[in-house]
C-alpha cells in the first residue's frame, strides 16, 4: 500500500511540475491552432486579365493650340476680353467658354458665358494670335456676369443656342 502511494504523490507531483512548467512557456502557434490547418488556407487567386493598351492619337502641332488665356477680338477687332474657361457637360462635350472681358489690367472686369459654337479659331497658329467671337462689343457688354454655382446664362449667336437641362 505504501508503494501504490508513493507512486500516486509522484504522478500527482509530476503532473503539477508539469502544469507549472507550461504556464511559464508560451504556446507555440501549433498548440494554439483548433482548426485544421486546411480550413485556413488563402483562397486560389483569381487569374487577372491584363488591361488593353491604350489608344494613341497623334494631333499635328499646326492643328491644336491651348486656348485658356488666350486674347478675343470681335469680327471688327474689338478687345473681348480673354478666355479663363471652358464650360463642359456631364458627357464632357464643351457647351461654352468663360470670358474675362471689360476692366483695365483685372480691375473693373468682369466673367461672362459666351456659347462655343459664336468662336472662331481659324488663325490661332501662335500663341499671340487672338480667336475671334463672332458678338459685338455691345452684345457682350450687355451679357449678364458669371458667378460659379449658380445657372449659366450663355450668350450665343442668333439661333445657335440649344437650352441646356440641369438639376435645380
Do not use: C
Amino acid at each position: 500500500m505504501r508503494g501504490k502511494t508513493l507512486m500516486a504523490l509522484g504522478v500527482v507531483a509530476f503532473a503539477m511540475l508539469a502544469t507549472a512548467r507550461a504556464a511559464d512557456e508560451p504556446a507555440s502557434p501549433q498548440a494554439s491552432q483548433s482548426a485544421p490547418q486546411d480550413a485556413e488556407k488563402p483562397p486560389a487567386p483569381v487569374a487577372k486579365t491584363p488591361a488593353p493598351p491604350p489608344s494613341v492619337t497623334v494631333i499635328g502641332a499646326r492643328d491644336a493650340h491651348g486656348i485658356l488665356g488666350r486674347d478675343v477680338r470681335s469680327a471688327a477687332n474689338e478687345d473681348m476680353g480673354r478666355i479663363v474657361d471652358v464650360i463642359v457637360d456631364r458627357e464632357g462635350a464643351v457647351r461654352a467658354a468663360v470670358i474675362d472681358f471689360g476692366g483695365f489690367l483685372g480691375v473693373g472686369s468682369r466673367k461672362i458665358v459666351v456659347d462655343w459654337n459664336a468662336l472662331r479659331f481659324s488663325n490661332v497658329a501662335n500663341k499671340s494670335d487672338s480667336i475671334t467671337l463672332d458678338l459685338t462689343k455691345d452684345q457682350v457688354t450687355a451679357a449678364p456676369e458669371y458667378k460659379e454655382d449658380t445657372p449659366l446664362i450663355v450668350l450665343g449667336v442668333a439661333g445657335s443656342l440649344r437650352p441646356w437641362e440641369y438639376d435645380h
